[in-house]
């Protein structure tokens, strides 16, 4: 049972890695969305990087909180684009992608609200209240 807890964060984890590919190669249909956004190459290669930073701290032990952070702010950018100027499915992907960023924002949220219920635990045995 104590593994399904970090089923969460490693889930996050990997969605988040699995899109470096496409925002680090200048794959076109990354190039398509940040061009869209008027934020290309720029913003693609800073989304990766973000990206690539809180999909570490989702890995790790102390930090996870952060990370589950900072994938919530990436993901709440990504729905808000997808709502207002790309549409739910971008070049023709069904809504893949718009599902994979409500995937890890609710997996990031579920991480988040964990870390700090586990750390009021924490500190709660710690303090004798």
């Known amino acids: 049972m104590r ?13 988040l890695l699995q899109t470096l590919y496409f925002k680090f190669s200048g794959a076109p249909e990354s190039v398509h969305i940040f061009s869209t956004l008027g934020v290309e190459p720029w913003g693609r290669l800073a989304s990766g990087v973000a990206e690539l930073v809180a999909a570490i701290l989702l890995l790790t032990t102390r930090w996870n909180w952060l990370g589950a952070a900072l994938a919530i702010g990436i993901m709440l950018g990504a729905l ?21 960023a409500l995937g890890v924002l609710l997996l990031a949220t579920f991480v988040l609200v964990r870390s700090r219920t586990v750390a ?10």
């Open 3 to 15: 593994y399904l807890t970090h089923l969460p964060r490693i889930a996050a984890a990997i969605i």
């Open 80 to 100: 808000g684009a997808h709502l207002t100027v790309l549409g739910i499915e971008v070049q023709g992907d069904g809504g893949l992608l718009f599902a994979l």
């Open 120 to 129: 009021m635990e924490d500190v709660k045995q710690w303090t004798g209240r």
